[in-house]
C-alpha cells in the first residue's frame, strides 16, 4: 500500500509533478519570519522527547485538542507530563482530517523521522518511542534540525529591548544558517494600557542609554536600538496591527499625548490611533534609510477568551480574524512615504481572505520600478496557511500582480520541526501552476520558464529581495 505522504502527494498531474521534483524539491529554505527561540539555537537545544518539540507552544494543536473536548492540563498544563499531553494529541489527530494539522504531522513525522504510520492511538506509543529516540541523538538538535532541512537562513522575531545576545553568540561562531534578529516594535505603540507601557519606556531607557522624557527621545532610543539591531544583521521590521494607522496629527500633538500616557493616564481612541500613526510612520522611515524591508501582519482580533487570557497569557490560541476596514488607512500610509520618496520594500499580510484581492491591487499602487515585487502581498498567514488559503493568496496575486516575482512562504512558528511548511506549499504552487498547464491555461512549451519561476518562488526570489 502506498504510504499516505508519498513522492507525489498534493501533485496532480505530470506537469506538477515535474515542477516539484525537477525545480522546487531541493532548493534552499529561506524562513524570513518565524518565532523560533534563538536561545535554543545559540545552545543548540536537544529536545527530550516529540511532545517537547510537538506541543510546547503550538497554540494550533492547542485549540485542535481544546475543540476535541481535551481538558486544558494537557494543552498548556504544568502537571501532565510531555508523554502524557503527546498521547492526547495523538487522540486527537485523526479528527483533525481536512485541517492543515493532519498534513503538517504526518509531513514532519516522514521528513524528519522516516515514519510512514498514520498517528492515532494505537501507533501513538510505537511513534513516541522511535521520534525521542533520535531526537536525543546530535543530529536532532536544533541546529542539527536546521541543516538536516537545508535551512540558510532564519529571521527570528524581536522586540528591540532585546539584548540579541544568542543572535550575537551564532554571528561570533559563524555558524552556518545565518540567525538574524527581526525588528518588532508593537510594544512600543502599545498605549492602551498606561502602566505596562510606562515600564516599557523605562526598560528601552535602559537599554538605549537614553533618557525618555519626550517623544523625540523616544524615537531616539528606537534609533539607537534599530542601528544596534542593524549591526547584528537584521535586515527586517515586522508589525503585528488590528488595522493600518494613517491619522492626521501634529508633532505638538504627538508630544502632548506621549506626556499624558507616561504620566499615567488613560488615552482616548482618537489620541491612541494618532500616536500609532507617528510610531508607524516612523518607524517606517528608519527601516527607508538602511534599507529593510518591513512586514506587516493585520487583522487579527487577539485575546478574545478574557477568562482564559487572564489564566494563561497571550498566545495561547484564543485569537481570530478580524473584520477591519482599512483599505484607505493603508493607501494614506503608504502614499504619504511614497510623496517623500521614503516608501521602503514591503510585505503586507493579511488574516481576513475578504482582503485578498484588495491587497493584490494595494501593492501595486507602490511598485516603482526599483526592485523587482518592491511590493509584496505576503504568504497565506496563520489561519490562512492552508492549502485552500494559500491558493487562494496565490490566484489573487497572479491575477491582479506577478506571481513570478513572489518571494514564497516561511513558518511563521515556534517550531523546529515545521521546515516540511515550505515543502507543502512548494508542492501545492507546482500543482497549481501543473493544473494550468495540463489544461491548456498555459503553455506546455514553456516548462523551462515554468520551472525556473518555480525555483524563484521558493528561494530566490526571497534571497535577492532581502539581499542575504
Not at 534599507?291 to 490560541?317: C, E, M, S, V
Amino acid at each position: 500500500m502506498k504510504s499516505f505522504i508519498h513522492d507525489d502527494f498534493l501533485l496532480q498531474t505530470d506537469a506538477a509533478k515535474e515542477l516539484y521534483h525537477g525545480h522546487a524539491k531541493n532548493q534552499p529554505i529561506i524562513d524570513y519570519h518565524c518565532h523560533l527561540n534563538p536561545e535554543y539555537i545559540a545552545k543548540d537545544h536537544t529536545f527530550d522527547n516529540l511532545g517537547e518539540i510537538w506541543l510546547e507552544g503550538d497554540h494550533y494543536k492547542w485549540r485542535a485538542m481544546r475543540t476535541n473536548g481535551i481538558d486544558e492540563e494537557y494543552c498548556t498544563g504544568k502537571n501532565a507530563n510531555d508523554l502524557e499531553k503527546y498521547m492526547k494529541w495523538a487522540e486527537t489527530v485523526p479528527y483533525t482530517m481536512r485541517n492543515p494539522l493532519y498534513h503538517w504531522t504526518h509531513l514532519e513525522l516522514k521528513r524528519a523521522f522516516g515514519v510512514d504510520k498514520l498517528l492515532n492511538p494505537e501507533s501513538a506509543k510505537e511513534i513516541y518511542d522511535v521520534c525521542t529516540a533520535k531526537l536525543r541523538t546530535p543530529e536532532y538538535s536544533a541546529r542539527g534540525l536546521m541543516k538536516m532541512f537545508n535551512v540558510k537562513v532564519v529571521c527570528t522575531t524581536d522586540d528591540p529591548v532585546d539584548s540579541l545576545e544568542h543572535h550575537l553568540t551564532l554571528k561570533k561562531e559563524r555558524f552556518e544558517v545565518k540567525v538574524l534578529p527581526t525588528w518588532r516594535p508593537d510594544k512600543a505603540m502599545a498605549v492602551e494600557n498606561p502602566k505596562s507601557y510606562r515600564g516599557y519606556v523605562e526598560k528601552l531607557s535602559e537599554v538605549s542609554g537614553q533618557t525618555i522624557s519626550q517623544f523625540s527621545d523616544l524615537i531616539e532610543a528606537l534609533r539607537k536600538r534599530h542601528d544596534f539591531f542593524a549591526s547584528v544583521g537584521c535586515k527586517l521590521s515586522d508589525h503585528g496591527i488590528e488595522e493600518f494607522y494613517a491619522e492626521s496629527y501634529t508633532l505638538t500633538e504627538i508630544e502632548q499625548i506621549f506626556n499624558k500616557v507616561y504620566g499615567g493616564y488613560e488615552l482616548t481612541k482618537e489620541e491612541i490611533l494618532k500616536f500609532k500613526s507617528a510610531m508607524l510612520y516612523e518607524g517606517a522611515l528608519m527601516d527607508w534609510e538602511k534599507g529593510w524591508a518591513q512586514q506587516f501582519h493585520y487583522g487579527a482580533i487577539r485575546n478574545n477568551n478574557t477568562r482564559l487570557f487572564n489564566k494563561l497569557g497571550p498566545d495561547t490560541g484564543f485569537d481570530s480574524i478580524g473584520d477591519f476596514t482599512i483599505a484607505k488607512a493603508m493607501s494614506r500610509f503608504f502614499d504619504q512615504l511614497d510623496k517623500d520618496n521614503k516608501l521602503a520594500k514591503t510585505i503586507i499580510y493579511n488574516l481576513n481572505p475578504r482582503d485578498n484581492e484588495l491587497i493584490a491591487t494595494m501593492i501595486g499602487n507602490f511598485q516603482d520600478g526599483s526592485v523587482a515585487g518592491k511590493i509584496q502581498f505576503g504568504s497565506g498567514w496563520w489561519f490562512l496557511d492552508q492549502k485552500t488559503g494559500m491558493e487562494a493568496q496565490m490566484n489573487s496575486l497572479s491575477n491582479l500582480g506577478l506571481l513570478s516575482r513572489f518571494v514564497g512562504m516561511l513558518t511563521d512558528s515556534r517550531s523546529f520541526l515545521s521546515y516540511p511548511r515550505h515543502e507543502y506549499f512548494r508542492r501545492i504552487l507546482c500543482n497549481l501552476i501543473g493544473n494550468d498547464v495540463e489544461h491548456g491555461i498555459l503553455p506546455s512549451s514553456e516548462m523551462d520558464f515554468l520551472g525556473k519561476m518555480v525555483e524563484n518562488i521558493s528561494y530566490h526570489n526571497a534571497n535577492n529581495f532581502f539581499n542575504f
